[in-house]
């Protein structure tokens, strides 16, 4: 997988899928087949995981075929079909988190690292995709209105740029304290080098988060 495909998606995410693909090329080795989206999907139904980890599998590889500019048809079959048999329903629930002890507890970081979890917390995305924001994607930032671009993040990078989801509008609640601390954030550099299990492990150590992930809830945790 190359490094320019790699840069799509946020670090965790090409690690995971870095790892399925060698997952993959050893499995079509050692039986003699071609490595393509037809052996792909032999692969997902071997892997014997149930049909939320099939569906997981099947939407990563269709999306690593897909940003090298392969055949990817029998893969978006397949997660249609797992779909359609109900793999989309997932089985474990992460814990919702309050709201309370989310700003609480975001207050007592630093300000970059608030900044991203209180975008994150109000634009319902992971993580990795509120790190990854840099100052000049915070397109408008009043008291009242913020507007963040994702177009430079993983988020963005998968969208059509003339799409209106390119964009995030916040309002309401948190919205001022959003404005306040994007003034004090350095230009350019991303809002946090934090990982998703880095502050999961953060998490893990606050009796404020205890309980709660900072990973999406999925079939393969």
Known sequence: MSAVVADMWARSTTQERRSLWRRLQAWTTE??????????????AATGVRPQGQ????????????????????????AKALRGGGAAIP????????????????????????????????????????????????LLVTQK??????????????????????????????TAEIA?????CAPFAPLSALTTSALDALWGQSTQMQGYTAHPSNAER
């Open 91 to 138: 089985e474990n629930q992460a814990t919702p988190i309050e709201r309370r002890k989310l700003v609480s507890w975001a207050r007592q970081q630093q300000s970059s690292v608030r900044l991203a979890v209180l975008v994150a917390w109000k634009t319902a995305s992971r993580w990795a995709e509120a790190a990854n924001l840099s100052s000049v994607q915070f």
């Open 180 to 184: 306040v601390l994007y003034a004090k």
């Open 145 to 174: 209105e913020v507007i963040v671009d994702w177009f430079q993040t993983p988020k963005g990078r998968t969208q059509d740029p003339f799409k209106a989801s390119r964009f995030a509008v916040i309002q309401g609640p948190l």
């Open 55 to 78: 569906l997981a599998y099947t939407k990563a590889l269709s999306a690593s075929f897909g940003a090298m500019g392969f055949e990817n048809h029998p893969l978006r079959v397949l």
């Open 31 to 44: 039986r003699g087949l071609g490595m393509n989206a037809d052996s792909a999907c032999l692969f997902v």
